[in-house]
Antibody, heavy 128, light 110 residues
């Protein structure tokens, strides 16, 4: 059974930092890219970042570029999101999600695009 | 900046059929946008229904189907059930590596 479990959220002061983790099980982590998606209170979904299966490339939404860093440790089956210089409008539930593309030997099956499995989310509140 | 448009709300009768759409503020949604659809009920994480226009995610019943209709992506629900009452989000691939979600459609089944 595929599972993604986020942790690390909490209350952080403006300008502060926090690191989120997403521990996965039930699939071969090193073969899939991974996303972070967030949802502010009462609002819709906002894509935040994507990291390729091997960590070779990272992609960010303009709203977080230069402040957030996505990373992964394939030996620990864990995805991370480092959030720096936090602002009140970063307050949200942060979800990790598995990409649908299977990757191996340096290349990916690019026939399909999307996210197929989500974690339950971890809440970050930026407030003084 | 890419803006994805969805109907803010929609209603369907139990057993009925409803089609939700996903468009662009400028331009047309076509297969290279790899439209995907997600269902979310209050307090829960999103659940993937459809990706790459029409591929149903594992465990999703065939009452849910995805397509391109005209210049928009579409999610059709046939035989609507009470527990289909949710918010439905569309996501589009705007590359490289980047995605944009619509504001969601609040579907009521009554």
């Amino acid at each position: 059974q595929v599972q993604l479990v986020e942790s690390g959220g909490g209350v952080v002061q403006p300008g502060g930092s926090v690191r989120l983790s997403c521990e996965v099980s039930g699939f071969t982590f090193r073969n899939y890219g991974m996303h972070w998606v967030r949802q502010a209170p009462g609002k819709g979904l906002e894509w935040v970042a994507l990291i390729r299966f091997d960590g070779s490339n990272e992609y960010y939404a303009d709203s977080v570029k230069g402040r957030f860093t996505i990373s992964r440790d394939n030996s620990k089956n864990t995805l991370y999101l480092q959030l720096n210089t936090l602002r009140p409008d970063d307050t949200a539930v942060y979800y990790c999600a598995k990409d649908v593309q299977y990757c191996s030997g340096g290349s990916c099956n690019t026939y399909y695009y999307g996210m197929d499995v989500w974690g339950q989310g971890t809440t970050v509140t930026v407030s003084s | 900046q890419t803006v994805v448009t969805q109907e803010p709300s929609f209603s369907v009768s139990p057993g009925g059929t409803v089609t939700l759409t996903c468009g662009l503020s400028s331009g047309s949604v076509s297969p290279p946008y790899y439209p995907s659809w997600y269902q979310q009920t209050p307090g829960q994480a999103p659940r993937t229904l459809i990706y790459s226009t029409h591929i149903r995610s594992s465990g999703v019943p065939d009452r849910f189907s995805g397509s391109i209709l005209g210049n928009k992506a579409a999610l059709t629900i046939t035989g609507a059930q009470a527990d289909d009452q949710s918010v439905y989000y569309c996501g589009l691939y705007v590359g490289p590596g980047s995605w944009v979600f619509g504001g969601g459609t609040n579907l009521t089944v009554l």
